[in-house]
Structures are given as structure tokens and as C-alpha cells.
């Protein structure tokens, strides 16, 4: 079973501060995506890395894939109110075509004004 | 997200009712995906379904549980004989064809069973 650990499991920030989270497995992934996720939405993608140390930036968001495939981070540069959310990154299995993605249980960012 | 149309968003039953939850697809998808969320808790694959078929039914209970994605019309998760701990919110995603093609969720339906 491929596991995905993300961390923090909270984080409350003041706005303007930066942060990283994290997300971490023992397995090998063929590419991972993360999401955010909204109180009574669905999560929604924000990036797909797919080689190893790729590095991607979504304006005040970087995204990095470990060299090795197994973990990825997400760093947020002056972080506002509305980057508050759940952040969750899945990652799709490299041994298996047709597996479903894996996520993790997700990071809950607060950013306080 | 907003292509990825479920309902109802919340759908109450008392136990030992039945739920159907229905998903209509992004236009041009076949892949369809039911994920379970508890409250702090990530997603839970249940099933992963193309028309007509099931590829992957490895997330879902054995029993009461059952999915569909026909030819026609939306995907349906049908939960039998509904007990207190079936209460969570159910997301239906969609994906085009590509081992790395997105997710594209819908908002969900809150299930209760009082």
C-alpha cells in the first residue's frame, strides 16, 4: 500500500509569512498533484510535477518533486487570507498503470489577516 | 471544477435507507472516480469505473455498496441499508485519457444517517 505523510497536519500563519509543507512516502510515484480544497467544495488541481526534481511556480507558489519521486513540498511566499484552505497532494503509483491516485490526508493552512 | 456535476449536495436518510448519489462526468470524459471523506481526513478511493465497466473496486465495502457508470446517463454510488457510519462526504472525479490526466472533482454530497 502506497502511503503518503503530509505535514504539518495544521498550520495557522500571520499573513505575509512564508511557509512549506511537505508530503512524504517510502514509495516511488510517476508524478504527484496537489490540490487545494475548500470548505463544502471539492479539491481542486493546482500543479502536476512528473520528473524527478522539477521544480514548478504557480505565482507566490513553488512546487518541487523530490529527485527520487518519493516527496514533493509546496512553499508559499507571503502568504494571504485566501491561500487558506486544505492542501492535499496525491500521487499516482509508478508500478501500476491503472492504479487510482493515493492522497494524503492534507495540510490545513490558515492564514490570519 | 464546476464541470463535474454531482447531486444532491446533501442528501439526509434515516438507517437502514438507501442512498444513490449521482455523477455526471466533465464533457469528453470516460474515467470516473468515487472518493469518501470523513472530516479531517484526506480522500478515500472507494471505485474507479469507465462506461460500462469497473476497473477498480478495491476501496469500496463489499457489501451495500455498489457503482455504476452505464452507457447513458451519470454515474450512480449506491449505498444499501445505511448505517450511522456511512456519513461522510462522497466526491466523484473525472479524467480524460493519460496516466497523468488530472482529477477534476465535483463539490460533493454531504451524506447524513441519522
Known amino acids: 500500500t502506497q502511503l503518503l505523510e503530509q505535514s504539518p497536519q495544521f498550520l495557522s500563519i500571520q499573513e505575509g509569512e512564508n511557509l512549506t509543507v511537505y508530503c512524504n512516502s517510502s514509495?516511488?510515484?510517476?508524478?504527484l498533484q496537489w490540490y487545494r480544497q475548500e470548505p463544502g467544495e471539492g479539491p481542486v488541481l493546482l500543479v502536476t510535477?512528473?520528473?524527478?526534481?522539477e521544480v514548478k511556480k504557480l505565482k507566490r507558489l513553488t512546487f518541487q518533486f523530490g529527485d527520487a519521486r518519493k516527496d514533493s513540498s509546496l512553499h508559499i511566499t507571503a502568504a494571504q487570507p485566501g491561500d487558506t484552505g486544505l492542501y492535499l497532494c496525491?500521487?499516482?503509483?509508478?508500478?501500476?498503470?491503472?492504479?487510482?491516485?493515493?492522497f494524503g490526508k492534507g495540510t490545513r493552512l490558515s492564514v490570519i489577516a | 471544477n464546476a464541470g463535474v456535476m454531482q447531486n444532491p449536495r446533501h442528501l439526509v436518510r434515516r438507517r437502514g435507507q438507501e442512498a444513490r448519489l449521482r455523477c455526471s462526468p466533465m464533457?469528453?470524459?470516460?474515467?470516473v472516480y468515487w472518493y469518501r471523506q470523513l472530516p479531517e481526513e484526506g480522500l478515500k478511493f472507494m471505485v474507479y469505473?469507465?462506461?460500462?465497466?469497473?476497473?477498480?473496486e478495491s476501496g469500496m465495502p463489499k457489501e451495500r455498496f455498489s457503482a455504476e457508470f452505464p452507457k447513458e446517463g451519470p454515474s450512480i454510488l449506491r449505498i444499501q441499508q445505511v448505517v450511522r457510519g456511512d456519513s461522510a462526504a462522497y466526491f466523484c472525479?473525472?479524467?480524460?485519457?493519460?496516466?497523468?490526466?488530472?482529477?477534476?472533482f465535483g463539490n460533493g454530497t454531504r451524506l447524513t444517517v441519522t
Open positions: 472525479a473525472s479524467a480524460g485519457q493519460g496516466a497523468n490526466s488530472p482529477l477534476h
Open positions: 510535477v512528473v520528473t524527478g526534481g
Open positions: 514509495s516511488v510515484f510517476s508524478s
Open positions: 469505473l469507465q462506461k460500462e465497466n469497473i476497473i477498480d
Open positions: 464533457k469528453g470524459h470516460s474515467h
Open positions: 496525491a500521487g499516482a503509483p509508478a508500478d501500476s498503470g491503472n492504479t487510482p491516485l493515493v
